[in-house]
């Protein structure tokens, strides 16, 4: 499914795109997204937010360990992107929200980048920063967010940190689902 926007745009005066209420408020049966339609209608948006906030979190890998991702010998370098969520995987359309930082190496600053796609063509879907000092570290949940990905998506990473050395750190991606989009 690709959505090229997300921005409710008006029709423009007496076309034919807004005859009736409906063309742009929509009607009861809109699912979320309005399908994947360019426009989605007020309807559907609203069916989207009821339905994203009302379902269940999950979590990935879920009764399993985290998933290590190792960063480049390099400074502030991604070089080896990790699957974390595997192709069809996740059945539905979700996003993701959290990201689980746990067993951080080294005292150092780091970055990680979150991927969409197949191996060799991933594209950027967020990143979010955190560190371990001396006297204080962010293992735990740091707030991300990502545009909806598709059914099915392999999710991946990559991690950087200031001093480089080849650092580590585990992760597991919280998610919601949009159950009723097809």
């Avoid at 699957?83 to 970055?111: G, K, R």
């Amino acid at each position: 499914m690709t959505r090229t926007s997300a921005v409710l745009q008006r029709p423009s005066e007496n076309s034919t795109e807004n005859n009736s209420l409906n063309d742009v408020v929509g009607n009861k049966n809109d699912k979320s997204f309005s399908d994947g339609q360019e426009n989605p209608s007020l309807i559907g948006h609203a069916t989207a937010t009821y339905n994203h906030i009302h379902s269940p979190a999950q979590v990935y890998p879920t009764l399993a360990d985290a998933v290590t991702v190792t960063g480049s010998a390099s400074a502030w370098t991604l070089e080896t992107i990790v699957e974390i969520i595997p192709a069809s995987t996740i059945t539905e359309l979700f996003d993701i929200h959290w990201v689980n930082i746990s067993n951080i190496s080294d005292e150092d600053q780091y970055e990680v980048v979150l991927y969409q796609g197949a191996s060799g063509s991933e594209e950027e879907i967020g990143r979010v920063r955190f560190s371990r000092s001396s006297n204080f570290s962010q293992e735990g949940n740091v707030p991300i967010q990502v545009p909806p990905i598709d059914a099915n998506s392999r999710v991946s990473a990559a991690l950087a940190s200031k001093a480089g050395g080849s650092e580590s750190c585990d992760f597991c991606l919280y998610y919601h689902t949009y159950s009723d989009v097809t």
